[in-house]
């Protein structure tokens, strides 16, 4: 396995940026999270704990997971990060103007050697590339969720993109145990966009009366053996990010990602999936 970085930077210590700081703090890393507001920094931190605690039950640490969680820091602004960093990933939400403002005064306070890399799930990276004064140092990591026990890093390789950079960023994702796919930057990369097109047609299905949800899961689960059929993920998920994300590549990639009648109705009536208790099917 690779050598973790030395010293790394999370910033957003949100449900994905604590799983990152946690990754990492496990494979030896010093993690800063960068929060901006005190009490989220607390919750930051009670996230990886609270991560590395069900870990330690599962048996999944060699190493006590208070000198685990020793390791991590928070600070409330990338101008405060340790010159030193190895290695940044932007975990804050969905905003471009926000990922580029946190990037660039991320890139400002770190050596130029250090790598950048955005967590973004659907933005462009070459246009988040845009922002910075080294874009060859700059990549999509894309992290899944739950980042602890996720196998897979997509790594977003934008124009400008340095080989060296993907080479590091490869390593890293290595270190961590977890499996690389590399795609070139285009919008939903390669799992969100084949993920969306699959979930999609399944909300299609049930609009058209062809099957009932649970068939369709079934069909898949059992068919074609998917740990879990889309619309069951589509209620995990959340009913409003995946019309999120549709709207986005509908606009960048035309009609085949149309978000279907009935997410739109859905999401209005306020049945967003497991988070609410009801989406295509009921959380109790
Ligand atoms: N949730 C997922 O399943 C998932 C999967 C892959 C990628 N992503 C991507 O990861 C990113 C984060 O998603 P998330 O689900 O962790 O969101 P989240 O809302 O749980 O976390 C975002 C965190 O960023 C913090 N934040 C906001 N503004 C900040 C600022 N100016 N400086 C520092 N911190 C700030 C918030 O306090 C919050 O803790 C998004 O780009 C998302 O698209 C999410």
Redesign the pocket.
Known sequence: MSTAPAVVAV???????AGIAQSYATAGSAVTV????AA?AA??LDRVAKGLKRAAERDRLTEPADRILARVHTVASPDALPAETDLVVE????DPA?KAR?LAAAEAAVHETAVLAS????LSVTELAAGLSRPGRFLGM????PVPASELVEIVVAPDTDPATVRSALAWTHCLGKKDVVVKDSPGFASSRLGLALGLEAIRMVEEGVAAPEAIDDAMRLGYKHPMGPLRLTDL?GLDVRLAIAEHLHAALGERFAPPRLLREKVARGELGRKTGRGFYRWP
């Not at 910033?11 to 940026?17: A, E, K, L, P, S």
């Not at 975990?91 to 969905?94: D, K, L, Q, R």
């Open positions: 910033i957003g210590g949100g449900r994905m940026g960068v929060e901006n507001a989220a919750a930051a975990a804050v939400p969905e926000l946190v967590n973004t799930s659907s894309h992290f899944f969720n998920v």
